[in-house]
């Protein structure tokens, strides 16, 4: 397996590699020329002390035995400094090069702490680097242009959803009006007539609930804060969903604690009621949907059990994306739009929270939803 180090301590070991590399060729080249120096020293011609007045002796040359001795330890102590001094300045400069590389490239820490931070919802908001009109700065001007297209992107996208769903409303409540007073002017209609109608009735009904999904998609930010109480949101959701358990006898048992959650009621509401409601829609006749809520330090844990037919392993983290379903032709069936569980993940995460599918422990699904009992949300504006 390969061991990756972070740039700063690669950097200082190249550069502490070259550093010694260096070393260790200016050393051998200093004892190299200082072992001939030494030779050369000592082939020099030494003169005996004599008489002023008395006549010049030759010279004398010195023996090796009177020589070798001192040049050896000489030599010796000239190498053993030589290398203490080059592993001493190799040491001192891998500190300082580890220092000097962790100063140039705290910009490039600082870069990276920001974009971390960075969300969907800021965007808009440039990387603050400091130009020293390095590599750094660069790279902090082309991930806010970057940042910039996004937002531009976002922005758009979220106009579209937002303006699409006001002009449908109109259409699809003109078109249930039309249909109800039809109902009422003709109370037996004829059976062809009648089915025609009930699809058309069908139909209006799973676009409304679409337009729905996406203006809630699409004004979370203007969501207030409140502090709901968690068994009370779960018995209003419980009640709203039981004319759909009813016909079909499926019980819904909640058990909750009564504490308090930081977040906005409509929003939890809505995301519990998706919850609940996909879960009877699956559940068989007669049987049972679970809600269970527990408070685990500073989360509460909101379980929402059926005993449905259960979701595919490869399947449970694709149902929350936007019209995504495992069985397109039962969930047609069931009236879904494709966005409830989208939309449960939406509020979850903009409550600071997260929802995960998992295996029931009798068959079906259990869907987790855990929320934060403080969450931190946007400051609703000012009307």
């Known amino acids: 397996m390969k061991i990756r180090g972070s740039l700063r301590l690669r950097v200082t070991l190249v550069c502490t590699a070259l550093l010694a590399l260096c070393c260790l060729l200016l050393t051998l080249t200093n004892n190299f020329s200082a072992m001939h120096l030494a030779d050369a020293i000592q082939a020099t011609p030494v003169f005996p002390a004599q008489d002023m007045e008395a006549e010049p002796s030759p010279a004398l040359p010195m023996t090796d035995l009177e020589l070798s001795q001192p040049a050896v330890q000489a030599r010796q102590s000239f190498h053993i400094q030589s290398l203490l001094a080059m592993a001493a300045i190799v040491v001192a400069g891998s500190v300082l090069i580890y220092w000097g590389v962790g100063k140039a490239l705290a910009p490039l820490h600082e870069l990276t702490r920001q974009i971390r931070k960075r969300t969907a ?177 500073g989360l509460i844990q909101i379980q929402v059990t059926d005993q449905g037919p259960g979701i595919p392993e490869e399947c449970r983290q694709q149902i929350f994306e936007p019209f995504f379903r495992v069985d397109r032709a039962r969930s047609r069936r069931q009236g879904g739009t494709g966005l409830g569980l989208a939309l449960v993940r939406t509020i979850a995460q903009f409550h600071g929270g997260s929802v995960h599918a998992e295996p029931g422990p009798n068959g079906g699904s259990r869907f987790v939803l855990e929320l934060p009992l403080r969450a931190t949300i946007p400051e609703a504006p000012d009307p």
């Open 121 to 297: 919802d800021d965007l808009d908001r440039p990387v603050d680097i400091p130009n020293h009109g390095d590599e750094v700065w660069e790279l902090a001007c082309s991930f806010n242009q970057m940042s910039e297209r996004l937002n531009q992107v976002f922005v758009m996208q979220k106009n579209f959803s937002h303006n699409a769903a006001h002009e449908f409303r109109t259409p699809l409540a003109i078109m249930k009006t039309r249909l109800g007073l039809y109902r009422k002017k003709v109370p037996a209609p004829p059976p062809e007539t009648a089915e025609l109608v009930g699809i058309l009735e069908g139909e209006v009904d799973r676009l409304s609930s679409l337009v729905g999904d996406l203006l809630d998609l699409t004004n979370l930010e203007d969501a207030p804060r409140q502090e709901p109480v968690v068994v009370e949101l779960l018995r209003s959701v419980a009640d709203e969903v039981r004319p759909l358990a009813g016909p079909r006898q499926v019980a819904v048992a909640v058990d909750a604690p009564r504490c308090t959650l930081r977040g906005n009621r409509q929003l939890l509401h809505r995301a519990l009621f998706n919850l609940v409601e996909n879960a009877v829609k699956y559940s068989p006749t007669g049987g049972t949907v679970e809600v269970l809520a527990r408070q685990t330090g």
